[in-house]
């Protein structure tokens, strides 16, 4: 009778994990494309059933291998010191900032825009829906050189596509 019980109780404290674990979808928010392959990284909004951002992990990162069959993969524990981020929620659960380890040079905004969550940030010096990132980089031996970077979206206001190129 008392394992029953035992079981029982487990049961009830980890059946909202199993739920909620089940009813997370993701939105894309914007990727990063680069100068060495078709691999993109992509990331996500992750949303609850509610419709809300999830508060423990509200932005998610991953690799889509064009170059092989499309599939996604984890960044590796390397990779994530160049594609990482910091993701905190908002002050709703309606909005979160991205700290990205590639440097964009600010906080990348995630709110909600109708039934989607979109990604903004300053790009020409207007506020934009952030869409993809192109990073052109040569290699010499170990070490990697940056020899742009290309932010591209879409204006807050107009709709207008927007582009920003910077040379580090």
């Known amino acids: 009778m008392r394992k029953i019980t035992m079981i029982l109780v487990l049961i009830q404290l980890c059946m909202p994990l199993l739920v909620q674990a089940e009813t997370l979808t993701r939105q894309p928010l914007f990727h990063i494309e680069r100068s060495k392959n078709a691999n993109i990284v992509q990331y996500d909004a992750q949303v609850t059933a509610d419709g809300k951002l999830y ?15 499309g599939q996604e993969q984890k960044l590796s524990w390397i990779q994530k010191f160049v ?4 993701a905190k929620p908002g002050k709703s659960r309606e909005t979160a900032e991205i700290d990205m380890r590639a440097d964009v040079g600010q ?23 952030f869409e993809k990132m192109y990073i052109d980089a040569t290699r010499s031996g170990w070490s990697i050189k940056v020899d742009y970077v290309e932010l591209f979206g879409e204006d807050l206001k107009t709709g207008e596509a ?4 910077r040379v580090p």
């Not at 594609?83 to 910091?86: K, R, V």
């Open 55 to 69: 508060k423990k992990k509200p932005v998610v990162g991953y690799w889509i291998r064009h170059n092989e069959q």
């Open 83 to 86: 594609y990482g981020f910091d």
């Open 107 to 129: 906080l990348i905004k995630v709110v909600r825009s109708g039934d989607e969550y979109r990604a903004i940030i300053t790009i020409d010096g207007v506020p934009s829906y």
């Open 162 to 165: 927007r582009y920003e190129k």
